[in-house]
């Protein structure tokens, strides 16, 4: 089975632009989760989805949006980027729900000038 | 804001070694706590989802048990090797079922 892939890998951006990352599970996955990684802060929870529905948020603004298609592929958008936004922004999927086993994808590394 | 820590922060151990580090959480509204390794340029990788009081898992030479009363978790690895040098994270999973991961222990193993 492919695992889980995320793309870009990288990206760089300015304040002020907004940015969306995609993540495509693995197969049969129902459940995708995003986190954000920062030295300061360690991996953080932004929110999962399941069955298209966003089934849990995390403590981040309203910038941080996400979605979940019908063949469970997620996208992540963040608008009107902030510095403090540079991060890598992993995904995870799991069969049904993400408080199982969760499979990482390796990463979007994004950087805000 | 629920706190997950982890120690130590990081070790320096020989081949060879056993070595364990422990992940502490809150004790009340328990629902599963997983363990990741985390190398470095690769994705974090699943090692155990914990869930009952008491539990022990086992995968070769790395095992892990859980006190949830207590609300803690040691993770062992006997006889380390210099490919288990990695970030080793914990996540506690309360009855928000959100994932609050704890800093991460990183382990270095010298030749």
């Known amino acids: 089975k492919a695992g889980v892939t995320q793309t870009p890998r990288y990206l760089i951006k300015t304040r002020g632009q907004q940015v969306t990352l995609s993540c ?4 049969g996955h129902r ?33 941080f949006s996400g979605r979940q298609f019908s063949n469970s592929r997620s996208e992540m958008n963040v608008s009107t980027l902030e510095l403090g ?7 995870a999927s799991s069969a049904y729900k993400g408080e199982e ?13 | ?17 056993s070595t364990n580090f422990t992940c502490s959480f809150p004790s009340s509204n328990f629902y599963a706590l997983h363990w990741y390794r985390w190398e470095t ?5 699943a090692l155990f989802v914990m869930t009952l009081n008491g539990d022990e898992k086992k995968k070769g030479r790395i095992s892990a048990t859980l006190n949830t009363k207590e609300g803690y978790s040691y993770l ?22 959100i994932p609050t991961f704890g800093r991460g222990t990183s382990l270095i193993v010298h030749p």
């Not at chain 1, 995003?34 to 953080?44: A, K, S």
């Not at chain 1, 936004?85 to 995904?91: G, T």
């Open chain 1, 24 to 27: 495509s599970p693995i197969s």
């Open chain 1, 31 to 63: 459940s995708v989760s995003w986190y954000q990684q920062t030295p300061g802060q360690g991996l953080q929870f932004l929110f999962e989805y399941f069955s298209e529905t966003q089934r849990n948020k995390g403590n981040f603004p309203g910038r």
């Open chain 1, 85 to 91: 936004d540079s991060a890598l922004y992993l995904c």
């Open chain 1, 101 to 113: 086993t969760q499979y990482f994808g390796p990463g979007t590394r994004l950087l805000v000038l």
């Open chain 2, 1 to 17: 804001i629920l706190n997950v820590e982890q120690s130590p922060q990081s070790l320096h151990v020989q081949e060879g070694d």
């Open chain 2, 41 to 45: 340029a690769k994705s974090p990788e």
């Open chain 2, 76 to 97: 062992y690895i006997k006889g380390s090797q210099p490919e288990d040098s990695a970030t080793y994270l914990c996540a506690f999973i309360g009855g928000s079922y």
